[in-house]
C-alpha cells in the first residue's frame, strides 16, 4: 500500500512563488511516475506535470515555463516549483504515484493566487 502526503499550498500573490511536495511511503516499485494535477473550483482535475522514475517530464501547455517537476534520488518524493504564478493557477493540487495498473491519490493542498 502506498500513502502520500502532499504540503507548501498557501496563499500567495500574482508574480510569487510556491513549491509543492509530495512524499510517498509504503511500498515503492522503483519504476513509476509521480506528478500533480490540479482542480480549480467548477472545473474538472488537470493534469499540471509528471515526472518519471527514468528522468522524463511532461507539462501542460499552460505552466511550461513557469512550472518545474522534480524527483529526490530515491524517488519517492516529487516537488513541484511553481514561479511567476497567476490567479488561474488557484486551485486544489493533488500528488499521484502510479506503477503498473496501481494508481494513489494524495488529499491535496489548497494554492490560492489573489492580492
Known amino acids: 500500500q502506498v500513502q502520500l502526503v502532499e504540503s507548501g499550498g498557501g496563499l500567495v500573490q500574482p508574480g510569487g512563488s510556491l513549491r509543492l511536495s509530495c512524499a510517498a511511503s509504503?511500498?515503492?516499485?522503483?519504476?513509476?511516475?509521480m506528478g500533480w494535477y490540479r482542480q480549480a473550483p467548477w472545473k474538472e482535475r488537470e493534469l499540471v506535470a509528471t515526472?518519471?522514475?527514468?528522468?522524463?517530464?511532461n507539462y501542460a501547455d499552460s505552466v511550461k515555463g513557469r512550472f518545474t517537476i522534480s524527483r529526490d534520488s530515491a524517488k519517492t518524493t516529487v516537488y513541484l516549483q511553481m514561479n511567476s504564478l497567476k490567479p488561474e493557477d488557484t486551485a486544489v493540487y493533488y500528488c499521484?504515484?502510479?506503477?503498473?495498473?496501481?494508481?494513489?491519490w494524495g488529499k491535496g493542498t489548497l494554492v490560492t493566487v489573489s492580492s
Open positions: 515526472g518519471t522514475s527514468s528522468g522524463s517530464t
Open positions: 499521484q504515484y502510479q506503477t503498473g495498473y496501481l494508481e494513489v
Open positions: 509504503g511500498t515503492i516499485f522503483s519504476i513509476n511516475v
